[in-house]
């Protein structure tokens, strides 16, 4: 019975929700990484004027 359950939400999480949550993760993922990437921009200019001083 358990496994017929989880086989459903699976295919519910899948079939129908999966186009909704395609964009929602895309935009989380370029937002995390787009968060990390200007860090470590910032932090490479910093240590290039820290270098200069």
Same mark, same amino acid.
């Given at each position: 019975m358990n496994g017929y359950? +989880?086989?459903d939400v699976l295919n519910?999480?899948?079939t129908k929700l *999966? %186009?909704?949550l395609v %964009?929602? *993760?895309f935009l989380f993922m370029t937002a995390l990484f787009s968060?990390?990437? @200007?860090? @470590?921009?910032v932090n490479?200019?910093? +240590?290039?004027?820290?270098?200069?001083r």
């Open positions: 359950i +989880a086989q519910v999480i899948f *999966l %186009p909704y %964009p929602v *993760l968060e990390r990437l @200007i860090d @470590i921009i490479a200019v910093t +240590a290039k004027t820290r270098k200069r």
